[in-house]
Nanobody, 120 residues
Framework: QVQLVESGGGLAQPGGSLRLSCAASGSIFSIYAMCWYRQAPGKQRELVATMTSGGSTNYADSVKGRFTVSRDNAKNTGYLQMNSLKPEDTAVYYC??????????????WGQGTQVTVSS
């Protein structure tokens, strides 16, 4: 059984920073991509950032230059450093482990979500 546990959300002021973490545990051979999504009230879930096991990254236009995705493959942990936060970044942030190789197959897994609120 694979679990993703997120941490690091909370309240930040506009212009401030937060760092989210997503730790995957269980019988994991490899994780192709660690992804971060967010969902604001009344809006669809959107992809924020992705990092593959090879180090390739991709960002939504709305966060380019402000957010940085990283991962520690040895620890099966992903990170999202969020700088220059804006009120429109307020949302529940979810991590997603894409194409996780475990005994018996390849699956995707989701974290429980963590609230990020940007407000003065």
């Amino acid at each position: 059984q694979v679990q993703l546990v997120e941490s690091g959300g909370g309240l930040a002021q506009p212009g401030g920073s937060l760092r989210l973490s997503c730790a995957a545990s269980g019988s994991i051979f490899s994780i192709y991509a660690m992804c971060w999504y967010r969902q604001a009230p009344g809006k669809q879930r959107e992809l924020v950032a992705t990092m593959t096991s090879g180090g390739s990254t991709n960002y939504a236009d709305s966060v380019k230059g402000r957010f940085t995705v990283s991962r520690d493959n040895a620890k099966n942990t992903g990170y999202l450093q969020m700088n220059s936060l804006k009120p429109e970044d307020t949302a529940v942030y979810y991590c997603n482990a894409d194409s996780v190789v475990v005994p018996g197959g390849v699956y995707d897994y989701w974290g429980q979500g963590t609230q990020v609120t940007v407000s003065s």
